[in-house]
């Protein structure tokens, strides 16, 4: 028997009376869970997404069986934080295997989660949400060295070649400022420009790494001005 914190990812009914759920558990990385006969116990609710539990949990098979749950607290999240919330699930969906431990990928999901209630700018979050979970999958990142190992300089122009990182270039038509790069990095604030060219490479750079899945929430995120 096992315990743990988790979050809901992904639910998918099975049969008649239960759930199968994929989600994110503390110090494990991702699970897959079976909740048997939910739907008919009446003193007992369905996992919900965006909320935390702490649950027990047996098997050894890629299926593991939900013994007993208990709900931490609620987030109470808003329409538009739920779409965005959304997105976080699939990007993690795409980008994880259950084989793999990732042990911190819990703590990136939960503080991503929190930091929206309270965020000044939802598209930064949605950077580093995205940049997170790419390095806690093993994608390698870096924005404030280009890829012969030079510190960025704000006022050049750059590319970006997935594995390898930024490259200075002189074309006009599709670049990243180094003031981008070094905002990306941490290095340096946002500013409006910065954060308009950080989500086109952001993006750009998801779909490199789950090809060729597509983002369907994506096309709910245009509606609400954050894609």
């Avoid at 099975?14 to 994929?22: H, L």
């Avoid at 795409?94 to 939802?122: F, P, V």
């Avoid at 300089?153 to 970006?160: E, G």
């Amino acid at each position: 028997m096992h315990t743990s914190e988790i979050y809901i990812i992904k639910i998918t009914p099975y049969r008649e009376s239960s759930n199968i759920y994929d989600a994110i558990a503390k110090d494990y990385g991702k699970i897959t869970l079976i909740h048997k006969g939910i739907k008919t116990n009446k003193k007992k609710n369905s996992l919900e997404l965006f909320s935390p539990y702490k649950i027990n949990w047996s098997g050894k098979s890629d299926i593991k069986f939900i013994r007993d749950y208990e709900s931490i607290d609620r987030l109470d999240l808003s329409p538009t934080h739920n779409v965005i919330g959304m997105y976080y699930n699939e990007i993690m969906h795409y980008l994880t295997r259950n084989e793999y431990q990732i042990e911190k990928l819990y703590d990136h999901y939960n503080s991503s989660l929190r930091n929206l209630k309270n965020s000044d700018n939802i598209l930064v979050n949605l950077n580093d949400y995205e940049i997170g979970i790419l390095i806690l999958t093993g994608h390698y990142l870096t924005f404030d060295y280009d890829s012969d190992g030079k510190i960025i300089d704000s006022a050049k122009k750059y590319t970006y070649i997935p594995n390898f990182g930024p490259k200075v270039t002189s074309n006009l038509k599709e670049f990243y400022s180094g003031e981008t790069l070094m905002a990306l990095s941490g290095r340096h604030a946002y500013n409006s420009k910065s954060i308009k060219e950080s989500r086109v490479l952001m993006k750009r750079l998801i779909d490199y790494y789950i090809q060729p899945k597509k983002i369907k929430t994506r096309e709910i995120l245009k509606y609400i001005s954050l894609n």
